[in-house]
T-cell receptor, first 114, second 114 residues
Framework: GAVVSQHPSRVICKSGTSVKIECRSLDFQATTMFWYRQFPKKSLMLMATSNEGSKATYEQGVEKDKFLINHASLTLSTLTVTSAHPEDSSFYIC??????????FGSGTRLTVV | DQQVKQNSPSLSVQEGRISILNCDYTNSMFDYFLWYKKYPAEGPTFLISISSIKDKNEDGRFTVFLNKSAKHLSLHIVPSQPGDSAVYFCAASVGGGSNYKLTFGKGTLLTVNP
């Protein structure tokens, strides 16, 4: 089956620094990748949608300069949280779709900003 | 505006009994519905889906029922097993193109007691 690998699984960073999260489709080409954020006891909130080779489409209220998304290849998308603040602490999850493959989620990244 | 609602934050059932998880939606344009299972600190895993042209889909112990007129769907798990204990998310989308977005409910925590 389709596998999406997400790294790191957890990261602690200092306020003001940037953190990069990687999402890789291991056995299929991900034409579209999605980035979600989940707060405790809340649903998964879509942050942005990215297609390989083009700019990401951000959902309303998501700062594109703060959450940089790069989808440079059909197997890799990255989310960089720039100048992180404690309120950015959350669980970030990617998912990928490809031809013949439905939504497959990564295992998530727990970001803690101190 | 919560377009996908899971009004029960938690559900507890006895092993061997049926678990029924409910989901309501408000957007009449939704035509594809999915259920995901999520363990703590992991990404969601796909369980079962249903298209709006059907009212029932079954896969092993899991059955999803769709009532379009009531904008309601439910996931039945029978018999329930302790390993089914997890958060279950209902999700919905419009269309099935490569960029279709999922809208998630807040999830229901299912606990299956031995």
């Amino acid at each position: 089956g389709a596998v999406v690998s997400q790294h790191p699984s957890r990261v602690i960073c200092k306020s003001g620094t940037s953190v990069k999260i990687e999402c890789r489709s291991l056995d299929f080409q991900a034409t579209t990748m999605f980035w979600y954020r989940q707060f405790p006891k809340k649903s998964l909130m879509l942050m942005a949608t990215s297609n390989e080779g083009s700019k990401a489409t951000y959902e309303q209220g998501v700062e594109k300069d703060k959450f940089l998304i790069n989808h440079a290849s059909l197997t890799l998308s990255t989310l960089t949280v720039t100048s992180a603040h404690p309120e950015d602490s959350s669980f970030y999850i990617c998912s990928a779709r490809g031809q013949g493959f439905g939504y497959t989620f990564g295992s998530g990244t727990r970001l803690t900003v101190v | 505006d919560q377009q996908v609602k899971q009004n029960s934050p938690s559900l507890s059932v006895q092993e061997g009994r049926i678990s029924i998880l409910n989901c309501d939606y408000t957007n009449s344009m939704f035509d594809y519905f999915l259920w995901y299972k999520k363990y703590p600190a992991e990404g969601p895993t796909f369980l079962i889906s249903i298209s709006s042209i059907k009212d029932k889909n079954e896969d092993g112990r899991f059955t999803v029922f769709l009532n379009k007129s009531a904008k309601h769907l439910s996931l039945h798990i029978v018999p329930s097993q302790p390993g089914d204990s997890a958060v279950y998310f209902c999700a919905a989308s419009v269309g099935g193109g490569s960029n279709y977005k999922l809208t998630f409910g807040k999830g229901t925590l299912l606990t299956v007691n031995p």
